[in-house]
C-alpha cells in the first residue's frame, strides 16, 4: 500500500503494470491493495463492491473518489447504504449513515427495509426530508415570482420603447457631414444622434467584417433596384404588393446592420480605442507626406 499510494491514482503516471499487479494482489489476498488498483483503474463500483467485503469505512471513501460524476457517487452510496441495513438492520445506524452523506435521503433506503418495519420508525427523518422538500419548493417559488417580475418588466420596457417617438427640426444636421438631415434618408437613433443613409453607411463600412460589408452592399444593390419604376408596365396590385413585401424584407435586414447601435455611442465606438488612427500598411506612404 506504500508503494501505490506513493505512485499515486493516476493509470498513466503509475511506474507499474495495473493489470499485472490487481492479479498478484488477488492472488496474495492483498484486498485493500486491491480496492486501490480499482479506483485507480477507473473501476469504481467493482472497487466498492470490493471494499464491502474489507472494511465499510474503506467502502465510503471509494465511493467518494469519483467527485466529478455525482449520480455514479450516488448509486455507489446506495450499494453501501444497503450492505449497511442489510447487515445491521437497525434504523438508528442507517439515520447516521444518511447523515454522512448528502446524495441520499430517507426515501431512496427505505426499499432496502423488509416489509415489516413500520413508517414509525423513520418519523422524524421523513418529516425532515419533506421539510428540506418544502424549503425548496418555497425557493423555487421564489425564483419563479422574480423571473414573472422580470418578465413583466421586460414587456413593459419593450412596449413602452415601441411608443417611444422623437421629433426632427428642419435646422436639425446629419453628425457625419453636418448637411440638413431631411434633405435625405436618414437614421435617427434614441440618443438623437441622425445620420444619413449613405453618410452612416460610409462611416461604419470600416468597422464591418468582410463577410458582412459584402452583405450590405448586396443588400443595398437589391433595395435601389427594387426602387427603380418599371416603364411601360404599371403592375398588378398583387404583383406591387409582393415587391414591396420583398423590399420591407430588405429594408428591415440592412436597418439591422447598420443601425442595431449608434456609431458615436454604442460598443463599435467603444472597440475602436485600441485602433490606430493610421492602419500599419499606410504608415509609411502618410510618414512621408509629413517630411
Known amino acids: 500500500m506504500t508503494y501505490l499510494q506513493f505512485q499515486g491514482e493516476d493509470p498513466e503516471k503509475v ?3 495495473l493489470k499485472y499487479a490487481l492479479r498478484l494482489c488477488t492472488e496474495h489476498g492483498h484486498q485493500r ?3 486501490f488498483i480499482y479506483t485507480t483503474m477507473g473501476l469504481h463500483e467493482e472497487a466498492v463492491d470490493l471494499a464491502l467485503k474489507v472494511d465499510v469505512e474503506l467502502a465510503k471513501v471509494s465511493a467518494d473518489r469519483p467527485e466529478a460524476d455525482e449520480p455514479l457517487r450516488k ?3 446506495l450499494r453501501i447504504a444497503r450492505c449497511v441495513v442489510e447487515q445491521e438492520g437497525d434504523i438508528g445506524a442507517t439515520m447516521r449513515f444518511l447523515r454522512e452523506c448528502d446524495l441520499i435521503k430517507v426515501e431512496d433506503v427505505l426499499p432496502f427495509f423488509p416489509d415489516f418495519v413500520t413508517i414509525d ?3 422524524d427523518a421523513i418529516c425532515a426530508s419533506l421539510g428540506a422538500y418544502n424549503r425548496h419548493i418555497e425557493a423555487l417559488r421564489c425564483e419563479m415570482d422574480e423571473a414573472a417580475a422580470a418578465a413583466r418588466e421586460a414587456r413593459a420596457d419593450a412596449q413602452a420603447f415601441r411608443d417611444r417617438y422623437a421629433l426632427v427640426r428642419g435646422a436639425d444636421k446629419c453628425a457625419a457631414c453636418a448637411y ?3 434633405t435625405r434618408a ?3 437613433f434614441p440618443c438623437r444622434h441622425a445620420f ?3 453618410c452612416l453607411l460610409a462611416e461604419l463600412r470600416p468597422y464591418l467584417s468582410a463577410t458582412k460589408r459584402q452583405r450590405v452592399d448586396d443588400l443595398s444593390s437589391r433595395l435601389s433596384t427594387n426602387r427603380e419604376p418599371e416603364t411601360g408596365s404599371t ?5 406591387s404588393g409582393a415587391l414591396q413585401t420583398r423590399q420591407d424584407h430588405v429594408k428591415a435586414e440592412l436597418d439591422e446592420l447598420l443601425a442595431d447601435e449608434c456609431l458615436y455611442c454604442g460598443n463599435r465606438m467603444i472597440r475602436s480605442i485600441s485602433k490606430p488612427f493610421i492602419e500599419a500598411e499606410g504608415y509609411e506612404s502618410e510618414m512621408q507626406s509629413w517630411v
Not at 403592375?235 to 404583383?239: H, Q, R, T
Open 15 to 17: 511506474c507499474y503494470d
Open 33 to 35: 491493495a486491491c480496492v
Open 75 to 77: 448509486k455507489l452510496w
Open 121 to 123: 420508525h423513520f418519523k
Open 180 to 182: 440638413p438631415i431631411l
Open 186 to 188: 436618414f437614421y435617427l
Open 196 to 198: 444619413h443613409a449613405d
Open 235 to 239: 403592375g398588378s396590385p398583387a404583383a
